[in-house]
């Protein structure tokens, strides 16, 4: 890996460079801090003292009081404490932020050619860039920080800045959770059309202000390229398809025919889209707005039967509590996702709950498939791909499982 590149601009990443403010440790949460786990809870801090969420801090240990790491703070969150920087000087600064991002650009710079122009560039503490994401359609940034803390923390129109002069994007676009969610345009012209990229050489395009996440899951995008040349000639069910990333790519592999299912119609008119606009001919697809669990209940009772069946569905368990009721979620589409696969043919199961962790997936996995009465061999357990990089302290962050199987 090339030495991070410094850039001197004169730029203020940072909305405040002075971290005056001490936070203590009240637990012995040194080593996972210097391991590389970024995140304090608030209980683990000996107190809460009150100051703007962003606020600029240095963690001190729980027994001696030296400082371990200089990050932010927000009194009002679970996580109260984001380290950005775990070594002396426990300075936040230009440079430092600077070569953080310049970092994160070369990585990029190396994992991509022309062929693939949508992916993420900064993918916050996996870059070590604590609350700041962004992802790239070709000349189009899309930025997204996490939660009020980031957003005071991080200077968002010095960041459009720095990423207009160094990575060649003309516009910027900043997505909010607050807000209804909608994005808006911080440097060039609005477009109303969606934004064309490329991923693999196959074109597809990102709705940057209303569409979902993004505009696009850029997750899956290697699983989409694994899964492509084995569509060939098969007939392909695309189950919570969104707007047809898998489906299009089961296309340009060959596939005899593909049925995308979404319950949003928007999505369902994009993948259509998408199909077009990629030369595929139109009466090998099949878009179908429907409810992923009814479809699948009435194809299982109707017998249908696919022979690459993919189940990529959003978020069940968003939180700890929903745990449980995200498994049966899981176990009821394996099971169904297993009896609408042919036999000896494949079926990708996917979860991207952060709460699941691989072996209770794999279990849920298990369970629903052996209800049907069926046996799976995998042939793979994929995860999230390296322009979603994670810190190897802190694993709730690799929250992207996708398991390949062959069905008996
Ligand atoms: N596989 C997609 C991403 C899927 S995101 C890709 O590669 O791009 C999850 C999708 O599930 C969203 O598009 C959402 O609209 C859809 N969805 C959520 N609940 C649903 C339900 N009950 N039935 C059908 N679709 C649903």
Not at 18 to 28: E, I, K, N, Q
Not at 49 to 65: F, Q, V, Y
Not at 81 to 103: G, H, I, T, Y
Not at 307 to 328: C, K, L, M, W
């Amino acid at each position: 890996m090339p030495a991070p590149r410094h850039y001197n601009l004169g730029m203020s990443f940072l909305r405040s460079q002075s971290s005056r403010l001490t936070l203590r440790l009240a637990r012995d949460l040194t080593r996972s801090v210097k391991r590389g786990h970024p995140w304090v809870f608030a209980d683990a801090l000996r107190d809460l003292p009150p100051a703007e969420p962003g606020t600029p801090a240095i963690l001190l240990d729980n027994t001696r009081g030296r400082p371990i790491a200089v990050g932010f703070y927000d009194p009002s969150s679970g996580v109260a404490f984001r380290a950005c920087r775990v070594e002396e000087p426990f300075r936040l600064n230009d440079e430092w932020a600077e070569a953080r991002c310049s970092q994160a650009w070369s990585l990029r710079q190396r994992l991509f050619d022309e062929t693939t122009t949508g992916y993420r560039l900064f993918n916050g503490e996996g870059d070590g860039l604590p609350g700041l994401v962004c992802d790239r359609y070709a000349d189009v940034a899309v930025i997204k920080l996490d939660g009020p803390a980031a957003s005071a923390f991080w200077d968002i129109d010095e960041i459009a800045a720095w990423l207009v002069k160094h990575t060649g994007v003309t516009a910027v676009v900043e997505r909010r959770k607050q807000r209804g969610g909608a994005g808006r345009w911080l440097i060039g012209h609005e477009r109303r059309e969606p934004i064309e990229f490329l991923e693999h050489g196959v074109r597809f395009t990102a709705d940057v202000i209303n569409g979902q996440k993004t505009g696009f899951f850029l997750d899956q995008r290697e699983n989409r390229q694994t899964l492509r040349p084995l569509c060939d000639g098969a007939k392909v069910l695309n189950v919570f398809s969104y707007t047809g990333g898998f489906s299009v790519m089961a296309g340009c592999g060959g596939a005899a025919h593909v049925t995308s299912v979404d319950s949003a119609e928007p999505a369902i008119a994009a993948a259509n889209a998408h199909w077009r606009l990629n030369g595929l001919p139109e009466d090998k697809h099949t878009g179908v707005q429907a409810d992923a669990f009814e479809f699948l209940d009435n194809a299982r009772l109707k017998r249908r039967k696919w022979e690459v069946v993919i189940i990529d569905p959003p978020a069940f368990a968003p939180s700890q509590t929903s745990v449980n009721r995200a498994g049966s979620a899981y176990r009821k589409l394996a099971f169904n996702g297993a009896a609408v696969t042919d036999r000896g043919s494949l079926l990708a199961l996917a979860s991207c709950s952060s709460h699941i962790d691989e072996p209770t997936f794999l279990e849920a996995c298990e369970e629903g498939i052996s209800e049907a009465r069926r046996r799976a061999t995998v042939l793979g357990i994929h995860s999230q791909p390296a322009d979603h990089p994670t810190p190897l302290a802190m694993p709730e962050f690799r929250y992207l499982k996708f398991v390949l199987m062959r069905v008996e």
